[in-house]
């Protein structure tokens, strides 16, 4: 008896010993001064001229790993306070950028609340099972699904919204559902999701699905191609992404297809293009460029779009440069080639040690533009704020 004891607890100690884990996370505090466009004020009720916005929000991500097993967790969480809640201003809808926090929803796992000066959200947005081999992987539950090189437009990837033009960063789109994945060679792997999304507008009992393949397929050492195609949000999609890499230069074109919604008549078919450039000019300078087309949704609200671009043709110039090894300032420009609009951001981050940074951070609309039909252009602040942030 005393010998089985022994076994059994040298088998646990043994099963213990192989199991991992990994935790990290981050916390970020910010406050800004912002000011209102005139014409919002006068033509789209947004009566404000100067109010101050506060927001705290952080993550923590656990995992657990056994042999070829993963379960991995993450919760966001999120406070802001500012004025403009009183009145339902549009405003806070954009400091809060993205404020759908699971893409393709049906569990629900998250807390909301807001009251007249501040809004609190706790969000389970990734909770997953994982099991791999050499071959395939299984993955279900919340998922993060990351693909696709745009930083300020990825219309190949509808399950995570870019977040290059907002002050929030380190936050990643849960999707509710399972994936398989196929390594079929070395060079060419394919990805399959079934996700599930009770947030259409009208619903009524059933679940929209999601059936998508994403595939990677790399012809060169220089040259990869993407493609994807399937059902999402009621819309037959089918796009590509084609990238080359020639020593520090990265070209990439993508492209997506959208057929009219499949559940109502008289809808229209979307396109979307994107364009891009990124180099590393000099040791200490890197550059990006992207330049694309979004055909308008005319069923997506027009005040805060999900893309979060103000714009219908583009083109966006991103500059990054490092001052001193603890010192580096951004600046990112985006004009609406059609009306003219253009906006402008600027960062200077300070590190203050190893997992902490401090920054100031500016966002401006440059020109207004003549006659833009894009009411989100007409909305947009000005800002002036600051930021420290700790990672772990």
């Not at 990734?126 to 299984?138: C, D, I, T, V």
Request: proline residues 3%.
């Amino acid at each position: 008896m005393k010998s089985l004891i022994l076994l059994l607890s040298f088998c646990s100690f043994s099963a213990l010993a192989a199991v991992r884990t990994e935790f990290s996370g981050n916390v970020e505090i910010q406050g800004r001064q912002s000011w209102n466009n005139p014409q919002a004020r006068k033509d789209y009720f947004q009566n404000w001229k100067k109010e101050e916005f506060y927001l705290g929000y952080g993550n923590v991500n656990g995992k657990i790993m056994y042999g070829q097993s993963t379960i991995e967790g993450n919760v966001f969480a999120r406070h802001s306070r500012s004025d403009l809640y009183r009145g339902n201003y549009a405003a806070a809808t954009f400091f809060n950028f993205p404020q759908k926090l699971v893409a393709r929803d049906i569990f629900k796992l998250q807390h909301v609340h807001q009251n007249d000066v501040t809004r609190d959200e706790v969000v389970l947005n990734k909770l997953y099972y994982q099991w791999e081999n050499e071959e395939a992987r299984f993955i279900g539950g919340r998922l993060y699904i990351n693909y696709g090189l745009g930083e300020i437009f990825n219309p190949i990837n509808p399950f995570n919204q870019p977040t290059a033009l907002t002050s929030i960063s380190q936050v990643a789109q849960g999707n509710d559902g399972f994936g398989f994945s196929l390594f079929s060679s070395e060079t060419h792997k394919i990805d399959f999701y079934l996700l599930g999304d009770k947030r259409i507008d009208g619903y009524d009992g059933q679940i929209d699905r999601t059936l998508w393949a994403h595939g990677e397929l790399q012809l060169s050492g220089d040259l990869e191609v993407d493609y994807v195609i399937g059902e999402d949000q009621n819309r037959d999609k089918l796009g590509t992404q084609v990238s080359y890499q020639n020593n520090d230069n990265l070209f990439f074109f993508q492209g997506l297809y959208q057929t009219p919604l499949l559940t109502k008549k008289n809808t229209r078919n979307l396109v979307d293009i994107l364009l891009g450039y990124d180099r590393q000019l000099t040791q200490k300078w890197h550059v990006r460029v992207e330049s694309g087309y979004q055909k308008q949704n005319p069923t997506t609200a027009t005040i805060v779009t999900e893309r979060f671009l103000p714009t219908e043709y583009f083109i966006a110039v991103a500059n990054q440069y490092e001052i001193h090894p603890l010192l580096k300032v951004s600046a990112t420009f985006i004009n609406d080639i059609k009306s003219g609009f253009t906006y402008g951001l600027a960062r200077l981050t300070y590190s203050l040690y190893e997992n902490a940074e401090a920054e100031l951070f500016g966002y401006s609309p440059v020109a207004r533009g003549d006659h833009a039909d894009n009411v989100a252009q007409k909305l947009v602040t000005q800002d002036i704020g600051l930021s420290a942030r700790m990672f772990f």
